[in-house]
């Protein structure tokens, strides 16, 4: 059988005769062919950078009938898109900012993304919002005020989200006293507490939906790769017309390790990687036209059992806004917002940054938290668009689109909940750029796993009893793939031992493993465990005990033998050993050294035989 027939597509488009959830499987078979025709092929755009802006930008450009491929360094969400504060939000401060246009842009594309796009990602999270008492009697006008203050913009961000909001998805604001508070939450402290609001947004894996996203496109059509560093620009005179291309998976001395990808449009969606783009046009002396700062921001993750709450806080501190989330058994605490300029690939969790949220989360707990209940720790960074202001939390989250050299486009800036805004944009231009008048269809078009999943959720207990498995299993499955849940129940029908729980996470099925590196593009152990799944920050082990099995269903799919096993397990625990000395220095520059004493596992020298610090993009 061709390539092509394996994969579930022919040309341009998918072959209409095949469903999309296998059209939008990233196989291995499926990267070999996809590499093929990267290297073979013209395509109109050609999209850099697999992170959310980049995943949508494919999405968007594919569901216009263009011929689309995708180049992503390293593994899809590896940097910014995997490492929020897990919330789809219209960002309730931003009224206060008065940046209205944000906020509504952010609450329809909130509206969208739970009601029509990705119903099964995407759900309401309850969270409180305290009021102060103040001092006294002498202090209950003041009090009244803030309570009215504080009460007019979660009213307004209401009302934004159901006149604009494109299906509201999320229930509306309440009024709570101090006693409703309490109860909702009983580890809040009472003392100087007036009460609470408590307002929905929306939660979602980060990781998840960029996957999701990312097959999405490849059900479409589009040719999607990981693993492929893009290391420098082709040019025809003062046009772009394509970009060099290293496969990171391919043997040391490969011939076919570097080729070109030719492309009529580029689009660069890199992030904190922006300004890299714009430096690989310095040799022609054109101006940057977008500068791009890094803003890290620190989250950590605690047992449920360290906190007693039935909702989300958002707090007010000095630096930035501080959230305590609750995600499944866990709760994610964050974020800092402190500017960063060393490796940003993998910044970095200072001791400094674990205390300053401690110490922020502890002013409002009745028990206060330790580094000894801190289960796992991440860091990202945002790109913001760079200004004059001093402080990274008063850059601009909107985004900008520039076309700094005929047939380049870079995206920058924006925030995650708005990524189909970005990819839209963007794609706008490359369109009018190729001559087509098609306009985006993306707000009609729901993502893998939205069909369906109503249903399936209304009748997962038969569901469940169809393939002899726990109702909690299939609930598990249908919040994390919607309705290509079937695909995982057809995996255990096949072998029972795909429902065994995973060493170290009984939480997670082996078939999750399993599925990953069959159909959702996992090429190493570090690519499940941290993104495919989030064991390496919800278990205290950070996913050591889980990293053999995982190495072993991995394994069994992409072919690995036993010393390819162990070597994806040793480099899986010299990343977490980096990343736990990283979190006990005091300062950026010494987590920063810590961390980088375990080399990335793609270009990882033992393996590729090269060095990894060549010219490019994100390591």
């Not at 006149?163 to 229930?171: E, I």
């Not at 993750?301 to 501190?317: D, F, K, Q, Y």
């Amino acid at each position: 059988m061709p390539p092509g027939d394996r994969c579930g597509y022919r040309g341009r488009v998918r072959d209409p005769h095949v469903l999309r959830s296998v059209a939008g499987q990233l196989s291995p078979a499926r990267r070999a062919d996809d590499l093929r025709r990267l290297r073979a092929e013209r395509f109109d755009v050609l999209v850099i950078g697999g992170g959310v802006t980049g995943a949508g930008a494919a999405v968007d450009a594919a569901s216009r009938g263009l011929k689309v491929a995708l180049v992503e360094a390293r593994d899809f969400a590896a940097g910014t898109s995997s490492r929020s504060s897990k919330l789809i939000h219209g960002g309730l401060r931003y009224l206060e900012q008065l940046e209205f246009n944000l906020v509504h842009e952010a609450l329809t594309e909130r509206g969208l993304l739970a009601t029509r796009l990705a119903p099964h990602l995407v759900r309401p999270v309850p969270i409180l919002v305290p009021l102060p008492a103040g001092q006294g009697v002498r202090d209950l006008p003041a009090r009244v005020l803030r309570r009215a203050y504080y009460g007019a913009g979660v009213a307004a961000y209401d009302v934004f989200a159901g006149l604009f909001g494109g299906g509201r998805g999320m229930p509306l604001h309440r009024h709570l006293s101090r006693e409703g508070a309490r109860r909702v939450f009983p580890s809040l402290r009472t003392e100087g507490l007036a009460g609470a609001i408590r307002y929905y947004d929306g939660q979602v894996d980060d990781a998840r939906l960029v996957v999701t996203l990312a097959r999405t496109a490849a059900s479409l059509g589009a040719t999607v790769v990981s693993s492929t560093r893009a290391v420098g620009l082709i040019r025809q005179a003062r046009e772009v017309t394509g970009v060099r291309v290293r496969d990171l998976e391919a043997p040391a001395g490969s011939p076919e390790g570097e080729f070109e990808v030719r492309a009529r449009t580029v689009i660069a969606a890199t992030g904190v990687w922006t300004d890299d783009m714009s430096r690989m046009l310095d040799d022609v002396g054109l101006r940057r036209g977008i500068r791009v700062r890094a803003s890290k921001g620190v989250h950590l993750v605690v047992p449920r059992s360290a906190i007693t709450g039935e909702t989300g806080l958002i707090l007010r501190t000095a630096r930035s806004v501080l959230f305590v989330i609750p995600w499944g058994g866990h709760w994610i605490i964050g974020t800092t917002d402190t500017d960063w300029r060393l490796d940003r690939s993998h910044p970095a969790a200072s001791a400094s940054d674990i205390d300053y949220l401690l110490r922020q989360v502890n002013t409002v707990l009745d028990r206060p938290l330790t580094t000894a209940d801190i289960e796992g720790v991440y860091a990202g960074l945002r790109p913001l668009l760079a200004g004059e202001a001093d402080s990274t939390s008063k850059l601009s989250r909107e985004h900008a689109v520039i076309e700094p050299m005929l047939g380049l486009l870079l995206v920058a800036g924006g925030k995650y909940t708005t990524y189909r805004v970005m990819a839209s944009d963007v794609v706008d231009r490359a369109a009018h750029r190729l001559g087509t008048q098609r306009p985006s269809r993306t707000a009609d078009l729901p993502l893998l796993g939205a069909d369906g999943y109503a249903s399936m959720w209304r009748d997962r207990a038969d569901l469940a009893r169809r393939h002899g498995v726990p109702v909690g299993v299939v609930e598990h499955l249908l919040e994390r793939y919607g309705s290509l849940t079937l695909d995982l129940l057809a995996l255990i029908d096949a072998d029972p031992l795909q429902a065994s729980p995973l060493a170290g996470a009984p939480e997670y099925l082996a078939a999750e493993v399993t599925y990953a590196a069959r159909a959702e593009g996992a090429l190493h152990l570090e690519d499940v465990l941290t993104r495919r799944t989030r064991i390496s920050f919800e278990t205290a082990h950070r996913g050591l005990e889980s990293a053999e099995h995982a190495a072993e269903l991995m394994g069994a799919v992409l072919g690995w033998d036993a010393a390819r096993r162990e070597r994806e397990v040793t480099h899986y625990r010299a990343r977490v050993e980096a990343e736990r000395q990283s979190q006990l220095m005091p300062d950026d520059a010494t987590a920063d050294a810590a961390r980088l004493g375990a080399p990335d596992v793609r270009g990882y020298p033992a393996d590729r035989g090269a060095d990894d610090g060549a010219a490019g993009l994100p390591r």
